[in-house]
C-alpha cells in the first residue's frame, strides 16, 4: 500500500473520462466502436487503472493509455466468434471445422439470394406459389436416375423424417453390424425410438444373411433399413447382405427399402485415383425404394439432407408435417442448386469443387508446397523451433471411406523443450487472427499442407506470429 499522500495524488493524476475520449488515441475507437460502447469500455478501463494505482502497483495511466486499452477490449470483443481458420489438419471434410468448403459458383449463389428477393415458392410461369424443392428436384433426378427428390436440413433429418414418415408405429428391420453412432448424439437406435418407429435388430456385430431379414419380416414391417457403415469397417469373418439382394428381399415382402447412404457421392472417387464409395445412382440401380445421402460430406456442398427415390413415398414425406420443421432456407438452397449444377460438366468438377479439388491433390504438390513454405515459417518461429517438410497421410473425414488416407506432405514443427513446448506452440499458432489448426503426432505439431491453397494467405497470417510467441 502507498503513503496515503502519494497514493492521492496518484489517483488525481488519472485522467478523466472527457480527458480520454478527447485523446488522439480515441479517435479511432470513436469511429469503430460508436460513443456510448466507446465510453463504457473508457470507464471500465480508468477503474481498473484506479485498482491498479490503489495497490500501489502500477503509475497512473496517461489518456491515450487508457483510450488504447479501451480500444484493444473493444476490437478483441468485436472479432466474430465463427472465424476463417486454416485447417491443416490432414483431415478433409472436418465436421468441427465446418466439413465441405463451398464452390466460388456456390457462394455467388448464396450472396445473390442473400440480397434480393428470390423465387424460393414462385412459379414465374404462372404467377402463382410454387415449390421450394423444385429448384433442384429436376437436377437430383438426373444425376441420380431417382424418380422424385425432396430435401431437408441435414441428412440426420431426413434420415429421421422418412423413419418418421414410412415406419411409425411399425417395425424398421436393421442388421446388428449396421447401428451405427455418427457422432453427437446421433445413434441409429436412439433416432428410430425419436421417430416413432419399432427397431427390429437381425443377424449379429458381424454376419448377416437374407434368412434374417426374412425371418423377421411381418404384419407390422414398415421398412427394411441399410445403413451404410460410413465411419467404421467391420473386417474378418463377415457377411453383410448387399443393397441389391437386400432390395429383392423387399419387393419380395412389399416392404420399401431405405438406404442411409451417409455421405454418398454423386461421382465415382475410383475415377480420380481414390477408393470407391458408393455412389447415389447405384443405390438407386441397386433398388433402393429410398435413400439418403449429405449435401455437406463429399458431395461438397452446404449442409442439406437429400432425399430420393419413389414418387409415391416422397409423396408422403412431402405431406408429413415434420417436413416443415426442417426445410431448408433459400440461401442453403441457393449454393445447392448452383453445387449440384457443377456435377453437370464432370471433366471440370476436380477444378472447380473445393472437395474434390483437395482430395485429389498430388503428394507431389503438395511437397513442393511444404518446401515453400518451410523457410518462412522457420524464419517466423526462430531458433530453437525445427520446421521439417515431411510427408504424412491426410484422411477424407466426416465418414466416407474411413480406413482410406491419402498420401500427403506438411510441416513437422517440433520446439526445443517438450510436450509443454509443443502445446504452447499450438496454442500460439490457434491464437492468430486467422488460427492455424494443425495436429499433434510422434511428438511434433504436423501441418499437413493438402487443404491449404492459398499460401500468400498464410504467409501473411504468420506475419502476426512474434519469434518464440507464446512458447516457454
Ligand atoms: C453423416 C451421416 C449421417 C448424418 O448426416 P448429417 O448430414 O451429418 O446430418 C447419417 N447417416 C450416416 C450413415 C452418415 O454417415
Redesign the pocket.
Known amino acids: 500500500m502507498p503513503e496515503p499522500q502519494v497514493l492521492r495524488a496518484a489517483l488525481r493524476a488519472l485522467p478523466s473520462v472527457d480527458q480520454v475520449l478527447t485523446c488522439d488515441t480515441a479517435r479511432p475507437g470513436l469511429d469503430r466502436h460508436g460513443r456510448s460502447l466507446f465510453t463504457e469500455a473508457v470507464r471500465t478501463a480508468l477503474d481498473a487503472a484506479r485498482a491498479a494505482v490503489r495497490t500501489g502497483h502500477d503509475a497512473p495511466p496517461t489518456a491515450d493509455d487508457v483510450a488504447h486499452a479501451a480500444l484493444s477490449t473493444l476490437d478483441a470483443a468485436a472479432q466474430p466468434s465463427l472465424r476463417p481458420v486454416f485447417n491443416l489438419t490432414g483431415t478433409v471434410l472436418h465436421?468441427n471445422l465446418g466439413?465441405a468448403i463451398l464452390a466460388e459458383e456456390a457462394v455467388a449463389a448464396a450472396i445473390a439470394a442473400m440480397r434480393e428477393a428470390v423465387t424460393l415458392e414462385f412459379d414465374l410461369g404462372s404467377g402463382g406459389r410454387g415449390e421450394r424443392d423444385d429448384h433442384v428436384r429436376d437436377l437430383l433426378c438426373a444425376l441420380t436416375g431417382a424418380e422424385d427428390a425432396t430435401l431437408v436440413?441435414?441428412?440426420?433429418?431426413?434420415?429421421l423424417l422418412v423413419l418418421n414418415t414410412l415406419a411409425q408405429d411399425r417395425d424398421s428391420i436393421v442388421s446388428r453390424g449396421e447401428l451405427?453412432e455418427?457422432?453427437g448424439a446421433?445413434r441409429?437406435p436412439d433416432i428410430m425410438a425419436r421417430a416413432g418407429t419399432r427397431l427390429v435388430e437381425v443377424g449379429t456385430t458381424n454376419r448377416t444373411h437374407p434368412k434374417d431379414y426374412r425371418a423377421a419380416i411381418g404384419p407390422s414391417t414398415g421398412l427394411l433399413v441399410k445403413?451404410?457403415?460410413?465411419?467404421y469397417r467391420i473386417e474378418g469373418f463377415t457377411k453383410e447382405v448387399a443393397p441389391r439382394d437386400l432390395a429383392a428381399i423387399a419387393r419380395e415382402a412389399g416392404v420399401p427399402l431405405f438406404n442411409?447412404?451417409?455421405?454418398g457421392t454423386l461421382c465415382d472417387l475410383a475415377r480420380y485415383g481414390l477408393g470407391h464409395e458408393p455412389t447415389v445412382r447405384e443405390a438407386v440401380a441397386d433398388g433402393a425404394d429410398i435413400i439418403?445421402?449429405?449435401?455437406?460430406?463429399l458431395l461438397g456442398g452446404p449442409?442439406?439432407?437429400f432425399i430420393i427415390g419413389r414418387k409415391d413415398l416422397i409423396a408422403a414425406i412431402n405431406r408429413n408435417p415434420m417436413k416443415r420443421a426442417l426445410r431448408v432456407d433459400k440461401i442453403r438452397l441457393a449454393a445447392l442448386e448452383a453445387t449440384l449444377k457443377l456435377y453437370r460438366d464432370p471433366d471440370r468438377l476436380a477444378a472447380r469443387l473445393p472437395t474434390l479439388r483437395r482430395l485429389t491433390r498430388s503428394a507431389e504438390d503438395l511437397e513442393a508446397s511444404a518446401h515453400r513454405l518451410a523457410p518462412a515459417l522457420r524464419a517466423k518461429l526462430g531458433p530453437g523451433v525445427a520446421v521439417v517438410p515431411r510427408p504424412c497421410r491426410s484422411q477424407i473425414g466426416?465418414?466416407?471411406l474411413p480406413t482410406a488416407t491419402l498420401a500427403s506432405y506438411g510441416l513437422a514443427v517440433r520446439p526445443d523443450g517438450g510436450g509443454r513446448a509443443l502445446d504452447a506452440l499450438a496454442k500460439a499458432l490457434r491464437a492468430l487472427p486467422v488460427p492455424v489448426i494443425g495436429r499433434i503426432e510422434e511428438g511434433a505439431l504436423v501441418l499437413d499442407l493438402r487443404c491449404l491453397e492459398d499460401e500468400p494467405a498464410f504467409l501473411a497470417a504468420l506475419e502476426a506470429l512474434e519469434p518464440r510467441h507464446g512458447l516457454v
Open positions: 465436421t466439413r436440413n441435414n441428412n440426420a433429418a431426413a434420415v451405427i455418427i457422432g446421433f441409429m445403413v451404410h457403415t460410413s465411419n442411409d447412404l451417409g455421405s439418403t445421402f449429405s449435401g455437406d460430406k449442409q442439406a439432407g466426416s465418414g466416407a
